[in-house]
């Protein structure tokens, strides 16, 4: 594609919130509340085969009125997930979350998860190089 000027790998966040299957909702909610993250990544051993989000849990839960402490990981969480290869560069990463409406692409090294990457983290990106573009344009303006 081109765009490996800024690989995946450089800027997603190796440090995964993950949980199993199994996993009490309540304490997925608990991890998110206290690790500051909007999802949780589910695994089977190192492979992804999930994701429950914030927004699972409030459309799954509050919406729906089902007692939280009765579910499972497995009963919220969306099993389509869609990931991203760690080589894989910035452009593909952002076509891929425009092209099925997500915020956040799991990052995997072969089948293996070895980080996340969250649409604000490319926003956040995008303006630390729009900055650096205006810093390069003020530094070489003439007076007038």
Same mark, same amino acid.
């Given at each position: 594609?081109? @765009?490996?000027?800024?690989?995946?790998?450089?800027?997603?966040?190796?440090?995964?919130?993950?949980?199993?299957? =199994?996993?009490?909702?309540? =304490?997925?909610?608990?991890?998110?509340?206290?690790? @500051?993250?909007? +999802?949780?990544?589910?695994? @089977?051993?190192?492979?992804?085969?999930?994701?429950?989000?914030?927004?699972? &849990?409030?459309?799954?839960?509050?919406?729906?009125?089902? @007692?939280?402490? +009765?579910?499972?990981?497995?009963?919220?969480?969306?099993?389509?997930?869609?990931?991203?290869?760690?080589?894989?560069?910035?452009?593909?990463?952002?076509?891929?979350?425009?092209?099925?409406?997500?915020?956040?692409?799991?990052?995997?090294?072969?089948? +293996? &998860?070895?980080?996340?990457?969250?649409?604000?983290?490319?926003?956040?990106? &995008?303006?630390? =190089?729009?900055?650096?573009?205006?810093?390069?344009?003020?530094?070489?303006?003439?007076?007038?």
């Amino acid at each position: 594609m081109g @765009d490996t000027i800024m690989p995946i790998d450089d800027l997603a966040r190796s440090e995964i919130v993950t949980a199993t299957a =199994e996993t009490a909702v309540p =304490e997925i909610a608990s991890a998110m509340e206290s690790e @500051d993250v909007g +999802s949780v990544v589910i695994t @089977d051993g190192d492979e992804p085969v999930g994701i429950v989000t914030d927004r699972d &849990l409030a459309l799954q839960i509050v919406a729906e009125g089902t @007692d939280p402490a +009765s579910l499972t990981a497995d009963d919220v969480m969306t099993t389509d997930i869609v990931t991203i290869d760690s080589n894989a560069g910035f452009y593909e990463a952002a076509d891929r979350m425009a092209e099925n409406g997500i915020r956040r692409l799991p990052v995997l090294a072969g089948d +293996s &998860l070895v980080g996340i990457i969250t649409a604000d983290d490319l926003t956040e990106l &995008l303006a630390d =190089e729009q900055q650096h573009m205006a810093d390069i344009i003020r530094a070489q303006r003439p007076e007038y």
